[in-house]
């Protein structure tokens, strides 16, 4: 169990990935969200709730990411 898994036990869940992928800057891989522990089914359901978007396969951000002012999207 990674030391990060240990702090984070008493958020809820969603609180806990969204904690996480602020921490890696707003994006993150599958593989690191395996590494975390996070399940398939998980970030899944993460994605269908609009807590986490898929941008492709394998690769995540938070849903409401703040873009920096000088981003043009």
Known sequence: ???YHIDMEKETP???????????????KMKELKEASFRTGSIK???EAGIIDKIKP???R???LEYPANVSL
């Open 58 to 60: 394998g690769l995540y």
């Open 45 to 47: 359901k993460f994605v």
């Open 1 to 3: 169990m990674s030391m």
């Open 62 to 64: 938070i849903s409401d």
């Open 14 to 28: 969603s609180q806990r990935i969204s904690s996480f992928i602020r921490d890696k800057g707003g994006y993150v």
